[in-house]
């Protein structure tokens, strides 16, 4: 009998194909919107979480700056400063830490040639490397030993290597920073774009020594950045940062730190939840669609049994049962919503995988709201297509045989 029934539902849907397939579109483009929606935002937040990421595992950042100062709040970066003996001591005294590195930056336009580019110059001690996982193509990272001795050497990013030595190798040539000659030692391997559409190729580093005294003449650290050895140690190694700095900046109980310390993982928890939430937004707007689609399903289906009333009626006079005819349409309407459900997922899927290499975001398919949106789809099409079958099986045999 259900055999039956499906057969019918495909004999009536492919009568009117035109309306059959407008009836679909609803349910194609819900289904679709869903999957592509979610995808996109799964992949959104992986490449969020890379990208913070790639400038290290296991992170904490120490900025100046976050002390109460005449009832306003001091930003980070600001107001009181950080030194390069604060980030010794802390190397020095707080266990469970595995590199320190000091540093600071500001923006200068290089000269090479008859060449010039504008990049940010970053001040920092060689270990910054390891820390930000960056490698080096070509040359070397400078020594401890150039640090020590302030020797204007640098370290740069594929993108400042392109635009100031378009022709050849930079490594031995020399670069002006702020019209102070720099002899380059090496190039890092490019590392592309991060989430937000920043360079991370676009970069110069200095030795931090070499940046504080004989480029930008100041005594004090904009941020030191710690890596930890694992992830266990890091809220033990933030708090003991925290009583160390607070010690050495004289500071009583009861006051505000004049330093603000971020742990790298609960900057990415927060950006996850942040890319989740908009995810859901996106999702729940996209479903919206899918409801769109259920009501001309009902609409469709109306309209089929005012249509087919005469031949309801025939059915009925031949035998047909109240579950019979309410079954045929049930079956048609189910069978819309599996088939613009199933239609939709690969629509969908074609269009999130398109859509993230265009993007540049990881693919990312969500199985769960793959199933849930084809499963829903089918629930649509049985929940609105209820009251069109049950309409048509109440049809009285003899009044649907005179129906003109």
């Given amino acids: ?234 809220e033990q190694v933030q708090s003991d940062v925290v009583t160390l700095l607070r010690q050495r900046h004289k500071i009583r109980t009861g006051e505000d730190d004049d330093f603000s310390v971020r742990n790298l993982a609960e900057i990415i928890k927060t950006a996850q939840e942040t890319t989740g939430s908009i995810t859901l937004l996106l999702a729940i707007i996209a479903a919206i669609s899918l409801l769109v689609g259920g009501i001309g399903i009902m609409n469709i289906m109306l309209v089929s049994v005012t249509e087919r009333t005469r031949e309801i009626g025939i059915r009925k006079a031949l035998g047909a049962t109240y579950h019979d005819i309410l079954l045929q349409f049930l079956v048609e309407s189910m069978v819309i919503g599996v088939t613009g459900g199933t239609t939709g997922m690969i629509l969908g899927t074609i269009v999130s995988v398109i859509a993230a290499r265009i993007i540049g975001w990881p693919i990312v398919i969500s199985v769960l709201a793959t199933i849930i949106s084809v499963v829903f789809s089918v629930g649509i099409g049985l929940f609105f297509g209820l009251y069109p079958a049950k309409k048509a099986a109440l049809l009285d045999p003899i009044d649907a045989l005179r129906y003109e």
């Avoid at 009117?16 to 679909?24: D, G, I, Y």
């Avoid at 969020?48 to 290290?56: D, H, L, P």
């Fill in 1 to 234: 009998m259900l055999k039956e029934c499906i057969k019918m539902a495909f004999e009536g849907m492919l009568s009117n194909k035109l309306r059959t397939f407008l009836t679909m579109l609803g349910i194609i483009i819900g289904v679709g919107a869903v999957i592509a929606m979610v995808s996109l935002g799964l992949g959104m937040q992986e490449k969020v979480k890379e990208n913070i990421s790639s400038m290290g595992s296991n992170l904490l950042i120490v900025m100046s700056g976050g002390r109460t100062a005449n009832g306003q709040r001091i930003a980070g970066g600001s107001g009181a400063h950080l030194t390069y003996d604060d980030a010794k001591a802390i190397e020095k005294n707080v266990d469970g830490i595995k590199y320190v590195a000091p540093g600071v930056q500001s923006s200068y336009q290089l000269v090479a040639g008859n060449q010039n580019w504008n990049t940010q110059v970053q001040g920092m001690t060689p270990n910054i490397i390891d820390i930000r996982n960056y490698t080096i193509k070509t040359g070397r990272m400078y020594t401890e030993k150039e640090l020590t001795s302030r020797d204007r050497v640098c370290v740069i990013g594929q993108t400042v290597a392109d635009n100031l030595f378009p022709e050849g190798d930079p490594v031995g040539k020399t670069v002006r920073i702020n019209k102070a000659p720099f002899r380059v030692v090496g190039v890092l391997n490019s590392k592309g774009q991060s989430s937000m559409g920043q360079d991370q190729d676009d970069v110069v580093f200095v030795p931090l020594t070499t940046a504080m005294q004989r480029l930008m003449g100041i005594t004090y650290i904009r941020n030191i950045t710690i890596q930890c050895e694992n992830e266990n140690t890091i």
